[in-house]
């Protein structure tokens, strides 16, 4: 006769959480990476309409100003760098890495919220103007909008790394911040090179 085997079982040595695939949280931003790329692919898809049923473009303006929105992209590059080694110290579980460079990602995307107010005020067109000033500042008030919303969230994820209520899955949530945050570079790219440089190109 087989032994009796046990009817419940024991998973109190299991852990609470995992990273990456194995996360729900994972999967969430997933899904919300290709809600929100989606956004922002017909917003673009807008602008080239917008761009070829009308004669001149831009409309009764000249072209954005180069320097701010430049400079912002180099800073978004560079954030990169804090941003990778959070992910990695999270994942590794190293708390006091991953709440140091939270902070460093969290001083780049302040640094960059201030040159977008500069971005905006160079664009050399209000929103109301006409569908050229429209699309435009559609396009870098979308990303804008991402870009707070995550320093939103990684400020809180930074404070309850400090001052707590601090559970291990707050790693988790950093790891997956890591990724929305290259999501939210990546995703200016195609913005950067359509507000800028599509206006300079001829017809």
């Not at 939270?102 to 050399?124: H, Q, S, T």
């Amino acid at each position: 006769m087989s032994p009796a085997q046990p009817s419940t079982l024991d998973v109190r040595g299991l852990p609470s959480f995992g990273f990456g695939s194995r996360s729900l949280m994972w999967w969430a931003t997933v899904g919300l990476m290709l809600i929100e790329g989606t956004a922002f692919a017909l917003a673009i898809t807008m602008y080239f309409y917008l761009r070829a049923v009308n004669a001149a473009w831009p409309m009764h303006a000249p072209p954005p100003a180069l320097l701010w929105g430049s400079l912002n992209t180099a800073v978004l590059i560079a954030s990169m760098v804090p941003n990778e080694l959070a992910r990695r110290a999270a994942n590794k579980g190293n708390r006091e890495g991953a709440r140091l460079w939270l902070v460093i990602c969290l001083a780049f995307a302040l640094i960059f919220l201030v040159l977008r107010g500069f971005e905006f005020a160079a664009l050399n067109v209000m929103w109301y103007a006409n569908a050229y000033g429209s699309i435009v500042w559609l396009l870098l008030g979308l990303h804008t909008t991402h870009l707070i919303t995550d320093t939103v969230d990684t400020a809180v994820l930074a404070a309850l790394l400090y001052i707590g209520p601090y559970e291990g899955k707050r790693l988790v949530d950093t790891s997956e911040n890591a990724v929305y945050w290259y999501f939210v570079v990546l995703s200016w790219l195609p913005i950067y090179l359509v507000i800028y440089f599509v206006p300079r190109m001829s017809p």
